[in-house]
């Protein structure tokens, strides 16, 4: 991936951004050049990247800093966790509109000026948000997550608990971010999950099934470094405490007395591989339960070559070429009454 040249940026763009993208890094050195090319080919939108280095030790600032783009402003985090280093960089915010990318996922081509056009043509809604899909550490797509086939408001979900996509597929009018106090430090991760659920108790928000994040599953982001009963933790104290805020106007957290985690819970931890493998597999039986045989051992097939030391890759490419694809369930009606013409069938 290609950045502008400096002369490319019209100098327009350099003035007054519409977009501001915060960039939380830590030991990001691996990928930041990546993320940063992934957002800076967007020339048409005027935006600006504010990277928060929150403690690397790794040589990242030092990647940000030989990328010759005006655009891009490096600052120092507090190094207190990731909601704290999201607010410093909504504190240094210039736009009228926040959108989020970590230092080792890619944008998709074209994501912030579709977004900010679809948020200038819809001005009663606060935020729009997208799918997304992973890719492996060297950047190839693992999976495309299952977030909506359908363009749809998705408010009322978000009221009931229910995150379907990544806050990092959102673009979200900044004075609702600063409306909502931005991201809550009690959070050591999930802090994504609460500001989408407060999101919504704040305003509308709208759904558009595009994939526009690329999620990078590799060893020492958190999700593979925090254990699992942690993360769950954390997403269930979200969630409990939105049902806080509909039942009695406020949550715990508000009131000052949150659940306490006193030390990290022990618990499993996966490795990316583990994850990935985890992914590929899933993908496989899913398709072979839409009876799309092909596709499920072409799936199979990869996993294997990609894991061949995981013995369950070998198990499942065996059992998705012997197993029989399901029968589509019988339906009398629908096999004796004949539809009528130019009838569109429902998904």
Request: glycine share 6%; aromatic share 8%; proline share 7%.
């Amino acid at each position: 991936m290609q950045y502008p040249s400096p002369a490319s940026v019209n100098s327009a763009l350099l003035k007054q951004p519409i977009v501001s993208i915060i960039m939380p890094m830590r030991n990001a050195g691996a990928f930041v050049d990546r993320a940063l090319a992934s957002i800076l080919q967007e020339c048409e939108i005027p935006l600006e990247v504010v990277v928060v280095d929150d403690g690397s030790t790794d040589g990242s600032t030092n990647r940000v800093g030989e990328i010759a783009d005006p655009r891009i402003r490096l600052i120092s985090g507090p190094q207190q966790g990731i909601a704290a280093a999201l607010n410093a960089g909504l504190a240094q915010a210039k736009g009228d509109i926040f959108m989020r990318c970590d230092a080792d996922d890619l944008y998709a081509s074209g994501r912030i000026q579709q977004q900010v056009m679809w948020l200038m043509n819809h001005p009663d809604f606060v935020a729009t948000c997208s799918s997304y899909a992973a890719i492996a550490p060297a950047g190839w797509e693992v999976i495309s997550f299952p977030c909506g086939s359908k363009a749809e408001e998705i408010t009322k979900e978000l009221q009931q608990g229910v995150t379907r996509t990544h806050l990092c597929t959102y673009a979200i009018r900044m004075p609702a971010i600063q409306a909502l106090g931005g991201f809550r430090p009690y959070f050591g991760t999930a802090e994504d999950i609460d500001l989408q659920l407060r999101l919504a108790e704040f305003g509308r928000v709208w759904y558009n099934p595009t994939t526009s994040y690329y999620y990078r599953l590799h060893s020492t982001s958190i999700t593979h470094t925090q254990s699992l009963p942690e993360q769950e933790f954390f997403k269930s104290a979200a969630q409990e405490f939105q049902r806080q805020r509909l039942t009695r106007g406020s949550d715990d957290l508000q009131r000052g007395c949150p659940p306490v985690l006193t030390a990290p819970l022990p618990g499993p931890v996966f490795s990316s591989e583990e994850h990935i493998h985890g992914l590929l597999l899933g993908s496989a039986w899913s398709k072979h339960a839409e009876g799309r045989k092909f596709q499920a051992l072409k799936i199979g097939l990869r996993t294997t070559m990609t894991y061949p030391t995981y013995l369950e890759s070998w198990r499942s490419l065996l059992l998705l070429l012997l197993k029989p694809v399901p029968k589509p369930a019988y339906s009398p009606v629908k096999d004796l009454v004949a539809e009528p013409c130019g009838a569109k069938r429902s998904p």
